[in-house]
């Protein structure tokens, strides 16, 4: 059978093909141009490396104090964890003139990444004119720099001070070098402990005594103001708390409660104390005004609350108590009202205080034979321990809150020694005092 | 006539059912994304061992030539073409500079005794084609020896030493090929992605250049991974994220210092900015990125994110 071929079909609508064949030859190949993104979500966690050459003596007679103040900044960067401070012994170039760039070739061979020059020049009327700078190897930029005068017996200050610039300046957080702890240095036997208030800079250089030991001393704290120390002693009779003048020596009782009051701290302002009294078998917080003298009771229970500290916005307080049944850290508001119990884990907690910034509370926790360090948010929650053992106490907050000071006693003959430990619970270290010492308190920054 | 009220209602539901085919399966077909296809070709296995066996008496295999770099720019209307595309090179090998031929066509048919004629002329050549360094030559000569191979005949207007072909037409004078080299130290050329390509891009409406491969981007990563140097225990990362636009020369260095885009304004954020700053100055030069991606790699943006280093 043949096979009728049947004809295609006439091309119909060629004027639409046309616009369409024109239109797909517009569309030219186009190659993405998109930016190349690049995502680094893991980096190095490690101290900065930092080169910090002796400071130019501006007159030969200021050499040693360059030398000092040098040795301190490369000892406060060295113990914050943060820097790691490069060998002098493996610098290249040597700074004589700090008004002049440094050759950065020299500095990035030795793998610095900051580097800080400065000079000490004793001025003619006496004073000393400290100036540095601090410098960015890797982009060649002076990132900071300052100068200072003073007299020449606060040389250390000036160094704390120049710490403190170049740590905020790499890390973005506040400094703390500038400020002072005052703690009960122990001497003597162990039955016969003599127990002294100290106070010393946080590097712990510059170290005097504010009593005489004739009496028991405990729990001494700063005010904000930084020249009162507030403490408990037990003189004749019942303890009471006290306050110092720093700079006069000058003491006097705050208030005359009968009864023991305990753990005294001010409130951020500076104007009250909030203690714990004791009164009968339970003791709750009062507070005072100390212009006034005026007392308010802010607890009433018939259990321990003690240990109260403020938040640095004044607005509420963190107490421990043991109106549960165990000692636990509850906070509530600053005038006074309901309590709200934010710890809840295994063991037993106390001695609660407030960071700086307003962001932990730190305490001591027994459980398990262990006495442990931690902090915690105010709202209770992100409980995290910072150290373990037998037997750590009394956590105090630098200024910037990112470090914390405790004392831990080993137990045996030995007495307790003072430590510090970063929040994130890195480099632990010890901090040398002249003998045995216990219950730090951080002074504000000085500055 | 009495409706037959059964057939109604078995119309009225036929109607129904097919109406209401018609209208929900009318709507729009659905599209099938565009997908870059790939050549394949089938090969059973005793095929495959018949292949790779090889012959005792085959002739050497003309290796395809590598280019390295383009002398000029050809008009090539299809932008990544196949290095062995005939039409493509046929097309290419701009006529203007092929014009002073003293080629005719018919060349082709008789290819050893042109070749005599026109080693001459490929002296000249060279230097009329001012722009085409000659070191192209041995290149085009062996692209052009490709072509030869094929029994198509093609229009083609080319001096080309036609060789292994045809061992016995003439000799092979390499002497004269080395007069034609380029006696200049060899350069690195820069090369644009949209030049050169090995694979084909059949089909699609977008072609490929060459991308960055996952080892050169891990290799950048790593790079900048072990210079970045991040604080312990840092609070609050999701303020700490830093942006950096850099640009990068050919050989690999920074073209100009880095910009961060991102922005913050506490002290924190500026400390994390500079470390991110360092470690993009440190990491130079980055050699670990490829010639014939500089495209990809000439402008990148860098996001240091710590949040995932530091999470409670």
């Known amino acids: 059978m043949p096979v009728t071929p049947f004809p295609l079909s006439p091309l119909r609508l060629t004027r639409r093909d046309a616009l369409i064949g024109g239109a797909a030859s517009l569309l030219l190949p186009s190659l993405a141009s998109a930016q190349t993104r690049l995502q680094i979500t893991e980096g190095n966690v490690a101290p900065i490396p930092i080169a910090i050459p002796n400071f130019v003596a501006g007159t030969p007679a200021d ?45 990035k061979t030795i793998n610095a990444q900051a580097l800080v020059t400065g000079r000490m020049t004793r001025q003619g009327d006496g004073r000393l004119k400290a100036e540095f700078r601090l410098w960015d190897v890797a982009t060649a930029q002076q990132l900071t720099g300052q100068q200072y005068f003073t007299s020449p017996e606060y040389w250390r200050r000036i160094a704390h001070i120049i710490s403190d610039q170049v740590y905020e300046r790499l890390t973005g957080e506040k400094g703390y070098f500038d400020s002072r702890v005052v703690f009960v240095d122990e001497t003597g036997a162990k039955e016969r402990r003599v127990k002294r208030l100290a106070l010393m800079d946080q590097d712990g250089a510059n170290v005097r005594y504010m009593t005489r030991g004739a009496d028991l001393v405990l729990t001494p704290r700063f005010s904000p103001s930084t020249q009162e120390i507030t403490y408990m002693e037990f003189g004749q009779g019942d303890p009471r708390v006290y306050l110092l003048n720093i700079e006069t020596g000058q003491r006097e009782i705050v208030g005359n409660f009968p009864g023991m009051s305990f753990s005294p701290r001010f409130s951020p302002d500076g104007q009250r104390v909030i203690m714990s009294l004791q009164q009968g078998g339970n003791s709750n917080l009062f507070v ?40 636990q850290i509850y906070v509530m508001p600053a005038a006074g009202g309901p309590a709200q119990r934010i710890s809840f884990g295994e063991g037993t907690y106390s001695t609660p ?53 405790f004392f831990r006693d080993p137990g045996g003959s030995g007495g307790p020694s003072l430590f510090t430990v970063d929040i994130s619970g890195r480099n632990e270290l010890r901090v040398p005092t002249p003998g045995f010492a216990s219950d730090p308190a951080w002074s504000p920054l000085l500055s | 006539m009495k409706v037959d009220k059964t057939l109604v209602a078995s119309v009225a539901l036929h109607v129904l059912v097919i109406g209401w085919g018609l209208v929900s399966f009318s709507s729009k077909a659905f599209e099938s994304a565009e997908v870059e296809s790939v050549p394949v070709e089938f090969v059973t296995t005793d095929q495959l061992s018949k292949i790779t066996a090889g012959i005792k008496s085959g002739k050497k295999e003309n290796p395809k030539p590598l280019v390295e770099k383009v002398a000029e720019a050809k008009p090539v209307d299809d932008a990544v073409g196949k290095v062995t595309e005939k039409t493509a090179v046929t097309e290419a090998a701009p006529e203007p500079v092929q014009k002073p031929p003293e080629k005719p066509v018919e060349k082709k048919p008789d290819p050893p005794k042109p070749v005599a004629e026109n080693k001459p002329k490929d002296e000249p050549k060279p230097v009329e084609k001012k722009p085409e360094p000659p070191k192209d030559d041995p290149i085009a000569e062996a692209l052009k020896k490709d072509e030869a191979k094929k029994p198509v005949p093609k229009p083609e207007a080319k001096a080309a030493p036609q060789q292994p072909p045809k061992p016995k037409e003439r000799t092979f004078d390499q002497s004269k090929i080395a007069a034609l080299l380029d006696k200049r130290d060899p350069t690195r ?98 050699d670990m990125l490829r010639t014939e991606t500089y495209e990809q790699w000439k402008d990148m943006i860098v996001t240091f994110d710590p949040r995932q280093m530091f999470r409670s």
């Open chain 2, 189 to 286: 050329q820069s090369i644009t992605g949209s030049a050169l390509n090995s694979s084909a891009s059949l089909g699609a409406p977008r072609g490929t250049a060459a991308t960055m491969s996952q080892s050169e981007l891990d290799a950048l990563r790593a790079r900048l991974t072990q210079l970045w140097n991040v604080q312990a225990g840092t609070e609050r990362p999701e303020e700490l994220i830093v942006d950096i636009h850099i640009r990068l020369t050919p050989d690999r260095r920074l073209a100009a210092p880095p910009e961060v885009v991102s922005h913050g304004s506490s002290p924190r954020y500026q400390a994390a900015a500079d470390a991110a700053m360092r470690a993009v100055l440190q990491g130079q030069p980055y």
């Open chain 1, 288 to 327: 005072m005004d100390l212009r006034s003298k005026s007392t308010t009771r802010l607890t009433d229970t018939p259990a321990i609350d003690t240990s109260p500290c403020y938040a640095p916005d004044g607005t509420r307080l963190c107490f421990e108590s043991d109106r549960g049944g165990k000692p």
């Open chain 1, 353 to 405: 205080v407030w960071s700086p910034r307003g962001d932990y509370i730190a305490f001591t926790k027994q459980g398990g034979g262990q006495f442990s360090i931690g902090i915690m948010k105010p709202d209770g929650s992100g409980e995290r321990i910072l150290t373990s053992g037998f037997h750590n106490e009394g956590p105090t907050f630098a200024p910037n809150g990112r470090v914390l000071m």
């Open chain 1, 63 to 107: 050499a040693e104090v360059g030398v000092g103040v040098t040795q301190v900044i490369t000892n406060n960067l060295q113990r914050s964890g943060l820097f790691a401070p490069i060998d002098q012994a493996a610098y290249i170039e040597k700074i004589v003139n700090i008004d002049a760039a440094p050759q950065f070739q020299n500095w």
